[in-house]
């Protein structure tokens, strides 16, 4: 049997299992691909919001990186949250020696307002962690906290684009899930544009968005797509996970990740 291609994600638990490490791994398996892990914080997250969170020792980090990429070998990487600057710099070296394409979410606040990152690191984020990335994905809210760029309509998704790439990733995908109208996100790399435009699904149980589409683009790379095909199979992967989101709890529910494994 031959092994499947593998794909690692370096980011913060979600015992909610919508987002976060979970979110990726099940997005990884849908696709075809081996998930593994590095934990960089733990939370304690359900539908209503997230309750608290506790990260571990850079040393920890550190430690499940080196296991996983030095024996299994990785073709693609993701990170999402990593909470603090020391975290985000240790992370930042770890992928500047990683011979493999890396998906940066630079995740900042969860859906429901809570902050998953130390103001304190987001110089870190801007000047270590997005010049190494391969695509950086931010939402608008992470948009305007690393560069003051507020989009509000479809005509800003440019301007917004070229103040992340000034910070150095290849390529930028700027999401534009919380505008309204379509879900219409863009993909630079300073020269080429690609708008991926889907229906807005009226769904409020979409806990988990961004951790689906930046798992589902690092599964796709690791398949060996280029940058716009993985982020395009990405979307429409995403846009059929949200159309299929259930609700748990009294909040907001998570994405289906598994829609393509249910009956009709
Ligand atoms: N209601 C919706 N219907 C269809 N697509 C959507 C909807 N909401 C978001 N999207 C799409 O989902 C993807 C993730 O975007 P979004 O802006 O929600 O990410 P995010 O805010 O980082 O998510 P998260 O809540 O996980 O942090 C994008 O491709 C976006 O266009
Ligand atoms: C652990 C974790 N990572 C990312 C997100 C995205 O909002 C979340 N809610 N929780």
Redesign the pocket.
């Known amino acids: 049997m031959t092994a499947p291609p593998r794909v690692l994600t370096v980011a913060g638990s979600d015992s909610g299992g919508g987002?976060g490490i979970q979110a990726d791994l099940k997005t990884m398996l849908a696709l075809g691909t081996h998930g593994m892990s590095v934990v960089t914080a733990v939370t304690a997250q359900n539908s209503l919001g997230v309750q608290g969170f506790w990260e571990l020792p850079a040393e920890a980090v550190r430690a499940q990186y080196r296991s996983v990429v030095d024996d299994i070998g990785v073709q693609a990487v993701k990170t999402g949250m990593l909470a603090s600057a020391e975290l985000v710099e240790t992370v930042a070296d770890l992928l500047a020696g990683t011979d493999a394409p890396a998906v940066v979410?630079p995740?900042g606040v969860?859906?429901h307002g809570d902050s998953l990152l130390a103001a304190s690191a987001l110089d870190s984020v801007r000047t270590k962690l997005l010049p190494v990335a391969t695509v950086a994905t931010p939402?608008?809210d992470e948009v305007a906290q690393l560069t003051g760029v507020e989009v509000t309509s479809e005509d800003d998704l440019r301007r917004a684009a070229a103040a992340v790439l000034a910070y150095g990733p290849q390529w930028v995908l700027i999401?534009?899930?919380?505008l309204r109208g379509d879900?219409?996100?863009l993909l630079t790399d300073g020269s080429e544009e690609h708008v991926?435009r889907?229906?807005?699904?009226d769904?409020r149980h979409?806990?988990?968005?961004?951790?689906t589409?930046a798992s589902a683009i690092a599964a796709q790379l690791a398949k060996g797509q280029s940058v716009p095909e993985a982020v395009a199979a990405a979307?429409e992967y995403?846009?059929e996970a949200?159309a299929a989101g259930f609700a748990l709890g009294d909040g907001i529910g998570p994405v289906d990740h598994g829609w393509r494994f249910r009956g009709a």
């Open positions: 987002a979410d995740v969860s859906k939402n608008l999401k534009g899930g919380h879900a219409v996100d991926l889907a229906p807005r699904h769904n979409t806990h988990g968005t961004g951790c589409l979307k995403v846009t949200i």
